[in-house]
C-alpha cells in the first residue's frame, strides 16, 4: 500500500506523534528518556530547528517543531535512526523501534498551535500519571514557568510566550492559566482510527453525500445548521480527517469544525 504524501505547513512548524512498533514501549527507564531528550536537542543544536513544545510517554512522544533548512523528515530520521541505535544496542534487541513513519500535523496559525501546546503538556494529567503540569518532567511544561529562560533553553519558549503577553511574567501567568483550561478539540494523537489524506477525504465526502444525503448539494447541506453539523459529527468521527482537513473539504471556518463533537 503506498503512502500518503506528507501535508506540508506553510509556516514549517508541525505537530509531530511518534509510537512504538507493535504499541511497544520507547522507554523502558528515566535514562532511555534523558537520552531521547540529549538526542533531540543535539540535532537542534547541529541543525538549527526550533522546539516549542514536547512531551515523552512510555510508548510514544509527541513534539511541537518548526523545521530548520533541513526538511522535518530528514531530521526525524536523523533523530530517530540515533535513539534506535542506542535502544537496540542496550537491550539487545533488533528490528524497527517506531511504528511506521511519524505522523505529522501542520500548524498553521497562532491559535491552533498554542492549543496544541496545551494539549502535548496536557498528555500525562489525562493518563492520570500525574495530578498537575508541572509534577511530570518529561514534558517541556516546566521550562515556561522559569523566568529569563530564552537564551539558553533548549525549548524555544519565547515565541510561544510572545503570543500570550510582551511582558514575560504576565505571558508566564497566562500561559499556565491557559494551560489548565478544558479542551475538547481533537488532535493528533495515538490511535487506530483510519486517518484520510485530503484526497480521500474528498472521495469519501463525496460517496458519504451519495449514500446519506441522495446527492444533495453540499452547499445547501452546511447552510442548514443542522445538517452541517451532522456532516461534521460524523467526517471527525469515522474518518480521522483533522480538522483543518474538514474544513478545507466543507468550505467553513475551523472553529466551525472544532465546536462539533465527533460522531462515536
Not at 71 to 100: E, W
Not at 196 to 222: A, H, P, S, V
Not at 240 to 264: E, M, W, Y
Request: charged share 25%.
Amino acid at each position: 500500500m503506498p503512502r500518503h504524501q506528507r501535508i506540508l505547513s506553510e509556516t514549517g512548524t508541525y505537530h509531530i506523534m511518534m509510537r512504538g512498533n507493535e504499541r511497544k514501549n520507547l522507554f523502558r527507564s528515566d535514562n532511555d528518556k534523558k537520552q531521547f531528550l540529549q538526542t533531540l536537542f543535539k540535532k537542534k543544536k547541529e541543525t538549527g530547528f526550533a522546539v516549542y513544545a514536547y512531551c515523552l510517554m512510555d510508548n510514544h512522544v509527541h513534539m511541537l517543531i518548526k523545521e530548520s533548512e533541513e526538511s522535518l523528515a530528514t531530521t526525524m530520521k536523523r533523530i530517530n535512526a540515533s535513539y534506535a541505535v542506542y535502544f537496540n544496542q542496550k537491550y539487545h534487541r533488533v528490528g524497527h523501534l517506531f511504528q511506521d513513519r511519524f505522523k505529522s500535523e501542520p500548524i498553521e496559525d497562532d491559535q491552533y498551535l498554542i492549543a496544541v501546546v496545551r494539549y502535548i503538556h496536557n498528555n500525562p494529567v489525562k493518563a492520570g500519571i500525574v495530578a498537575s503540569l508541572e509534577q511530570y518532567k518529561w514534558s517541556s511544561y516546566n521550562f515556561y514557568l522559569i523566568p529569563d529562560n530564552t537564551k539558553s533553553s533548549n525549548v524555544d519558549t519565547e515565541f510561544v510566550l510572545s503570543l500570550f503577553s510582551n511582558n514575560q511574567q504576565q505571558a508566564i501567568q497566562e500561559f499556565i492559566r491557559f494551560s489548565m483550561e478544558a479542551d475538547h478539540n481533537e488532535y493528533l494523537d495515538v490511535t487506530d482510527k483510519a486517518t484520510f489524506t485530503l484526497e480521500e477525504g474528498q472521495i469519501y465526502l463525496g460517496e458519504y453525500l451519495t449514500k446519506e444525503w441522495q446527492g444533495k448539494n453540499l452547499e445547501e447541506l452546511i447552510a442548514k445548521t443542522e445538517t452541517r453539523k451532522e456532516i461534521i459529527a460524523h467526517l471527525r468521527g469515522r474518518t480521522g480527517l483533522s480538522v483543518r482537513q474538514i474544513a478545507d473539504l466543507l468550505g467553513i471556518k475551523r472553529g466551525s469544525v472544532q465546536n462539533v463533537k465527533p460522531k462515536p
